[in-house]
């Protein structure tokens, strides 16, 4: 028996308002939670980037012109 031919028989309102409805309670948390993971990971990379660009940044504007050596030394 396929996932089509048990919903044949129902009205309109179960197989787009009442299933629908219930996935969402109970996969609602699951969801959520993956998305909080996705959103806060997006977040810590772009701090991440944001640190690595500003020390990038401060190396090269302080560094270089501080002892006058080329950027190859150490």
């Known amino acids: 028996m396929a996932v089509k031919e048990i919903f044949e028989g129902l009205p309109w309102w ?5 299933v ?8 609602g948390g699951l969801l959520m ?4 993971f996705v959103i806060g990971l997006l ?6 980037v944001a640190l690595v660009a500003g020390l990038v940044y401060v ?6 012109s501080r002892d006058g050596s080329s ?4």
């Open 43 to 48: 977040f810590k990379v772009l701090v991440f």
């Open 14 to 18: 179960v197989k787009w308002v009442a």
């Open 33 to 36: 939670n993956v998305v909080g």
């Open 71 to 74: 950027r190859g030394d150490w």
């Open 59 to 64: 190396v090269r504007k302080f560094g270089a």
């Open 20 to 27: 629908p409805v219930l996935a969402l309670i109970v996969f």
